[in-house]
């Protein structure tokens, strides 16, 4: 299928790994210009060269923390009027909630749900002028059942999922589509060292808890950066514009009920 995104733009925050990489790699096989970013600039440099090989797509680079004033200022610097914009960056800690003060909040807070406002704020209105836009926020399956260890996810994700759910509809009749996608569990460093901090914690073999995080899953198996920015390029294409306001789980059947 021709997704219909040759020569767009897109500003993807947070993609030297994982899902941000995945939606930008699967952008970029679409024929879309990149600017991506993230705090480590030698992942990030390595990241756009490999994006760069693999596609032919021009990948330009803007390294800092998207959680910051500056950090975004200098993405929408390079990025000022893109066609798409993927909404991400790392996610809260996990704790216990009795042990998280007002700082704590804040962090996840400005993170994972002032950031994606305060981008969506910047370039929404230019893409309603032109008359297309894609924002896709990467959430969480916690928006949709809770994690009772990321609270601080929890919440601060579902700010952003009742504020989105508002303006998507504000926007729906200028061809500018705002929808969530919600992993679940994905193979990367992010899990990865869920999954070691788990085994140290018990004592256990970190394949072992791999083995049994895979096994709770109705797809026996965690899924892939690639696979999720498939879903990502598909929501952002031309096929996609009835699609807005909308919070898509990808989690291998991992949620539970019917709806
Ligand atoms: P990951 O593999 O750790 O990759 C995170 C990426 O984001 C890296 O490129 C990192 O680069 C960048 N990044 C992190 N904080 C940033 C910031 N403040 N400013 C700019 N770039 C930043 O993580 P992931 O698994 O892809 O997770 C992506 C998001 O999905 C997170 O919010 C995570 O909580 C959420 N999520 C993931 C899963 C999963 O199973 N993987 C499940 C549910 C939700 P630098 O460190 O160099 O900045």
């Not at 869920?194 to 073999?205: C, K, P, V």
């Not at 970190?206 to 083995?211: K, Y």
């Amino acid at each position: 299928m021709d997704l219909g995104l040759t020569g767009r733009k897109a500003l993807v925050c947070a993609a030297s790994k994982g899902l941000g990489k995945g939606c930008a790699l699967a952008l970029a096989r679409e024929g879309v210009d990149l600017v991506i970013t993230a705090r480590g600039a030698e992942a990030l440099e390595a990241t756009a060269d490999e994006i760069r090989r693999i596609t032919g797509a021009r990948v330009t680079t803007v390294a800092g923390d998207i959680a910051t004033e500056a950090g975004r200022e200098a993405a929408l610097a390079v990025c000022p009027e893109p066609d798409i914009l993927v909404n991400n960056a790392g996610g809260p800690p996990p704790g216990d909630f009795r042990d998280w003060d007002r700082d704590a909040w804040i962090k996840a807070i400005d993170a994972n749900m002032l950031t994606p406002i305060f981008l969506t704020r910047a370039v929404v209105d230019g893409m309603a002028a032109r008359g297309f836009g894609r924002i896709v926020n990467i959430t969480s399956s916690s928006v949709k059942a809770p994690i009772a260890e990321l609270g601080l996810s929890n919440g601060a994700r579902s700010g952003l999922t009742g504020f989105i759910a508002g303006i998507a509809r504000q926007m729906a009749g200028k061809g500018v589509t705002i929808n969530g996608l919600l992993p679940g569990a994905f193979d990367t460093d992010r899990l990865r060292g869920g999954i070691n901090a788990a085994a140290q914690r018990s004592g256990q073999d970190a394949e072992a808890v791999a083995d049994r995080r895979r096994a709770a899953i109705p797809a026996g198996r965690f899924g892939q950066p690639d696979e999720f920015g498939a879903a990502c390029a598909f929501l952002c294409s031309v096929h996609a514009g009835y699609i807005t306001g909308q919070n898509l789980l990808i989690d291998g059947g991992a949620f539970p009920g019917t709806y």
